[in-house]
């Protein structure tokens, strides 16, 4: 019997309400039926992908830009497939929905030993593997789906993280009652008394500093701080520096930036700067070891202050429950202005070389190639950069007002940008997504081309063909055979993946070929764009060249 309003329709809704316009998946015969909903949801499209964990990246990009993302897969085998995806959502706290369709209730209550299972009639084996790597699961029944969807998409929102729903077959088409309300977010807030005494006996301690310096990070991003983090800047005086993983937190042309921090591979001014500050106000920043250079920094923890979005802790005190936006705008009218000729700045763009970019007769080389991409970056751009060379040269690379960045230093999984791609470009089509990716990333995950052409959407694809796994290289086995890779015919791709789809592709391998290619991609306003540059394989950014002697050393 089909019901007016069902289960399917209820997540949906909620879906809908978290602002989430696309679905991302691989279909299997645990989700047909629910995918037909999915279909004729209006204001959901359907994106499917090549493979499992191709969804899964696809919605970190999606989720990164839009705020929230979903993807359905089939039990077992697809749900493994994108596990690898969801790690990654988790560990650089992205708020994503992975749904698994699964066999009838019928069928689990009874241990029977179906397709897609170990064959132990068990079924709860992969919703438990979801547990280290989503902060909410659920196996939904007609009788608690409502609830319980509620539960989980709400711990979505709150913790930024994804979460786990499996969702049987013959669930999704049962009969449920419609929202009465908004899916209530249990807002965060501050306690006053605490927040009272946090400034108390924490605006002294700025207030007495002389070379106080503000470090952000990623989780400004993700809990959309970033005005609030302007306006602190601003009432303060403070010198603003970020890890790379927070790149797009802060505007880098602003006259307080004075850098992408890295631990001891930062420029000499900006490393005495941090490295000495007597006060380091430690904003949404978790540092990594490939974000401050292999844990190279050398400043005293007793002289951080940090602030997360949920809580701020100093002199081994927490102060708690503090919300991050509430700690900057009271902190903001509490602390005195410094006096910016005693702060020692010495803006970022003050510090860079000031020289026009002009082309030579020289092959492409990775240092030019960024040098020239910062000057073909535009305002509101989204700039993704994948793991190992391309990250590295886009850390230091000065971006402009208003860029979204997207990378994965944390989780570091390679492939993970280009269907990141596909995803942060349906999040936001009037934005131009710009995508920067090495040949031995890119052939893990080259399928999902076929989906950019198919959804018909227009980034400018940087493909930078040095001949294998060059960061890989630079750590260890140089000329060893397992960093190698076959070699494609890169350029005749998009015609190989969607005859039918539009693209223009070049391959460059001089300065002079590249402004060719450049000026092509700015006038390009209807087509997918697909630049493959040429490099030596040996040739690497400054930053991942003095990184890469770090990890070969922490890995002894």
């Given amino acids: 019997m089909k019901y007016e309003y069902t289960v399917g329709n209820y997540l949906l809704d909620r879906l809908s309400e978290l602002g989430i316009r696309h679905m991302f998946g691989v279909p299997g015969d645990y989700n047909l039926a629910f995918l037909d909903d999915v279909i004729n949801y209006e204001g959901m499209n359907w994106v499917g992908n090549r493979n499992e964990l191709n969804a899964a990246y696809a919605a970190d990009g999606y989720a990164r830009i839009n705020g929230f993302a979903a993807l359905a897969t089939t039990f077992g085998v697809g749900e493994l497939s994108a596990i690898n995806g969801i790690a990654g959502s988790y560990a650089e706290h992205v708020p994503v929905v992975k749904i698994s369709g699964a066999p009838t209730t019928k069928v689990m209550d009874n241990g029977l030993y179906v397709h897609h299972t170990l064959g132990d009639g068990k079924f709860d084996h992969f919703s438990r593997m979801f547990q280290e790597v989503t902060v909410a699961q659920t196996l939904l029944t007609q009788e608690n789906a409502a609830q319980e969807i509620d539960r989980v998409l709400l711990a979505c929102l709150t913790e930024k993280r994804p979460v786990h729903i499996t969702l049987p077959i013959d669930v999704y088409n049962k009969p449920a009652n419609k929202p009465e309300s908004p899916l209530h977010e249990e807002i965060a807030t501050s306690n006053h008394e605490v927040l009272s005494q946090m400034l108390s006996e924490l605006t002294p301690m700025i207030d007495d500093a002389t070379q106080t310096v503000i470090l952000a990070g990623y989780e400004v991003n993700r809990y959309e701080n970033r005005e609030e983090l302007l306006e602190f800047a601003n009432k303060t005086g403070i010198p603003v520096t970020i890890l790379s993983g927070g ?15 890295n631990g001891e591979l930062s420029a000499p001014y900006l490393q005495q700067r941090v490295d ?10 978790k540092p990594t070891d490939s974000t401050t250079g292999g844990f190279s920094y050398d400043f005293s923890k007793k002289n951080v202050i940090q602030i997360t979005p949920f809580s701020v802790n100093a002199t081994n005190k927490k102060y708690a429950p503090i919300t991050m936006k509430d700690a900057l705008v009271a902190l903001s009218d509490k602390i005195t202005q410094k006096n910016p000729e005693e702060l020692n700045i010495i803006p970022l763009k003050s510090q860079i070389n000031q020289d026009p970019y002009e082309a030579k007769k020289e092959n492409m080389k990775q240092n030019r190639f960024f040098e020239r991409l910062s000057y073909f970056m535009k305002e509101r751009d989204i700039l993704l950069a994948e793991q190992g060379t391309s990250y590295y040269g886009a850390a230091t690379m000065p971006i402009p007002k208003d860029t979204m960045f997207i990378g994965q230093p944390l989780w570091g999984s390679i492939g993970f940008t280009f269907p990141a791609l596909l995803g942060s470009q349906l999040a936001d089509r009037s934005r131009r997504n710009i995508l920067l990716i090495g040949d031995g990333s890119f052939q893990l995950t080259a399928q999902e081309l076929s989906t950019m052409l198919t959804q018909k959407i227009k980034p400018i694809i940087f493909l930078i063909n040095n001949d ?16 190698d890779i076959p070699m494609w015919d890169y350029k005749k791709l998009p015609e190989v993946f969607s005859p039918e789809g539009k693209s223009i592709t070049y391959k460059v391998k001089t300065e002079l070929e590249l402004e060719d290619a450049l000026k092509a991609a700015e006038n390009n306003h209807d087509y997918l764009t697909l630049i493959e540059v040429v490099m030596h394989r040996d040739d690497k950014p400054d930053l991942l060249e003095q990184l890469s002697k770090q990890f070969a050393n922490q890995n002894v």
């Fill in 468 to 483: 294998g796994y060059t960061v890989e290289r630079a750590i260890h086995g140089e000329n060893q055979p397992y960093n």
């Fill in 247 to 261: 790149k797009g937190a802060f505007n880098e042309k602003h006259p307080q930036f004075i850098g992408v921090y």
């Fill in 276 to 285: 000495e500050a007597d006060c380091i106000i430690q904003i949404g920043a």
